[in-house]
Nanobody, 117 residues
Framework: QVQLVESGGGWVQAGGSLSLSCTAS????????MGWYRQAPGQQREMVAA???????VFAMFAKDRSTISKDSAKNMVHFQMNDLKPDDTAVYFC???????????WGQGTQVTVSS
């Protein structure tokens, strides 16, 4: 099993920044991917950003130009920052972990991010 502990989130004013961190522990193996998804009320969960074992990064189009994601492999941590937040960014943000390509995802409990206009 893998356990994920998330930190960050909360209330942010429009135009502000969001900073999230996630630490994986347990049977992590040689981590393949860590990243963040989000789910707004009544919406499907969607990928925001992720970083792979080889350092490559993937971003959703809405996050690409205003986000960074980095990893600390030794600590099994991932850090995510998104700038210029909008009310549409309001959602529960979930940390995601995969051991290998195509393997099941492990999920954090989620952290609420609310962007006020």
């Amino acid at each position: 099993q893998v356990q994920l502990v998330e930190s960050g989130g909360g209330w942010v004013q429009a135009g502000g920044s969001l900073s999230l961190s996630c630490t994986a522990s347990g049977n992590t193996g040689n981590t393949y991917r860590m990243g963040w998804y989000r789910q707004a009320p009544g919406q499907q969960r969607e990928m925001v950003a992720a970083v792979n074992r080889d350092g490559t990064r993937v971003f959703a189009m809405f996050a690409k130009d205003r986000s960074t994601i980095s990893k600390d492999s030794a600590k099994n941590m991932v850090h995510f920052q998104m700038n210029d937040l909008k009310p549409d960014d309001t959602a529960v943000y979930f940390c995601q972990f995969q051991k290998n390509p195509g393997a099941r995802s492990y999920w954090g409990q989620g952290t609420q991010v609310t962007v006020s206009s």
